[in-house]
């Protein structure tokens, strides 16, 4: 475990030194046009790129315009960045694109644009997952169903040995919105049996957390 967070601080300290490298080739109006997504402002977007602002300029986070409208959730901002040729894979220093960011906080609108417009259903983030996982963990129902539905790998493992499935249990409170979502992953065929590092089962977090509209569901769908 500690020699995995090693790893990923070495990956986000050259991702970050990078970025500053990348700062020199940002001018006013890249400048501005970050200003403007973080705002909202679409008008004065709008104008910037019709001067010629480079569209996916980087700030000092490595974020670009449409990360930054991402994070803020405006959404007529990420349209207009988007429709432009915005990259909906563009990483940030910490391994966040716009896609990645939409699924994980739940930004239905603009998840649903990054992935009419070339998401990458492969990208993970810097925990080593996909964006159903923290997705499920924080239980944005819709999204978990949408995701399921664009065709993402429902039983993809992160870096800490856990699935959407398990996060769905582990980090969650066993409330309605992550019932649904066990029951969503499982209507769609995840692995109602794939273990986490310690080869603790699904089922067997859900008894442990006393949640017991979970274990039935998982006892229904052939939990052991």
Known sequence: MWMKRIFIAAILGAALFMSMALLSNVGPMERQLHDAAATGDSRQIAVLLSQGANIDARNALMRTPLMLATRANHIEAAKLLINAGADVNAK??????????????????????????????????????TAIIPAAERGHVETVR??????????????????????????ADGGP??????????????????ADKDGITPLQHARQRGYTEMVNILEKAGAK
């Open 92 to 129: 940030d220093a910490i391994q966040d694109s716009p896609y990645l960011y939409a699924g994980a906080r739940g930004h239905l609108e603009i998840l649903q644009m990054t992935l009419n417009n070339g998401a990458d259903l492969a990208s993970t983030n810097r925990y080593g997952g």
């Open 146 to 171: 949408t995701l399921i539905q664009a065709g993402t790998d429902i039983d993809q493992i992160n870096y800490l040995g856990w699935t959407a499935l398990l996060e769905a249990i582990i980090l």
């Open 177 to 194: 919105r992550h019932i649904a979502i066990v029951q969503l992953l499982l209507d769609a065929g995840a692995n109602v049996n794939l």
